[in-house]
């Protein structure tokens, strides 16, 4: 049986607010290129600042960013939880508790997570993108398929959308629509490590169906 790459989860492409950021925003907000001693200095002067304002939420998502870029899941976990508590409504906290939790494979908090966040901003292809690929983890294909395409219907360009749609017909052997997401995928992000992913996808098909195609 032929394996392709699992399905992309966003990585708390949300920072402060429940819009959308682009990936490249948020690895700069939550560290980036930072030495590890710069970023542990960092972490202790939002905890500090959090010490003296303790319901900033703005604070607290910051933090829990760089908690997750550190490796430091159950610090990142602690910290969104606590955004929730102050504020149930923060759709941004869901979207980053949901994403966590697939990361974790904790998929029935996952897919809670990110159905309350998608209630609370239900405009946001990211959330949509990420409960798809929750739902995808659950083996509830009918439903990430759905979700994947409610999401390039709001984002036509969503390369995490086309790339997770693409593995879910490719593991239904639907081998000419996987094709087709994964060389969009490449067409809009030539040189990116999902691209690199959809082209050797394409060449295992290809081999497979014996086409004969680079």
Same mark, same amino acid.
């Given at each position: ?9 966003? %990585?708390?492409?949300?920072? +402060?607010?429940?819009? +959308? ?9 939550? *560290? /980036? ?8 200095? @960092?972490?202790?002067?939002?905890? !500090? ?44 906290? @869901? ?12 998929? *029935?908090?996952? +897919?809670?997570?990110?159905?309350? %966040?998608? !209630? ?16 995808? *983890? #659950?083996?509830?294909?009918?439903? %990430? ?20 749609? !693409? ?5 239904? #052997? ?34 497979? @169906? /014996?086409?004969?195609?680079?």
């Amino acid at each position: 049986m032929m394996r392709f790459a699992c399905v992309l989860v966003f %990585a708390f492409a949300i920072a +402060v607010l429940p819009g +959308v950021s682009s990936e490249a925003d948020v690895i700069s907000d939550a *560290g /980036g290129a930072e030495s590890p001693e710069d970023v542990l200095l @960092r972490i202790g002067e939002l905890t !500090g600042r959090i010490a003296d304002n303790p319901k900033d939420v703005e604070l607290l998502i910051e933090l829990g960013n760089i908690y997750y870029e550190m490796n430091m899941l159950d610090d990142a976990l602690a910290t969104y939880i606590t955004v929730t508590e102050i504020d149930s409504t923060h759709a941004g906290a @869901r979207l980053n508790l949901g994403t966590l939790y697939t990361d974790m494979g904790e998929l *029935g908090e996952a +897919v809670h997570e990110l159905e309350l %966040a998608l !209630g609370l901003d239900p405009e946001n292809p990211m959330i949509v993108t990420n409960l798809g690929s929750a739902y995808y *983890g #659950q083996r509830r294909y009918s439903d %990430a398929v759905d979700m994947y395409r409610v999401a390039l219907h709001m984002d036509p360009d969503n390369v995490e959308a086309h790339f997770n749609l !693409g593995v879910a017909f490719a593991d239904g #052997q639907v081998f000419d629509e996987a094709v087709r997401e994964w060389e969009k995928v490449i067409e809009l992000s030539p040189g990116s490590a999902a691209a690199n992913i959809c082209k050797e996808n394409i060449l295992m098909i290809n081999e497979f @169906r /014996g086409d004969g195609k680079p």
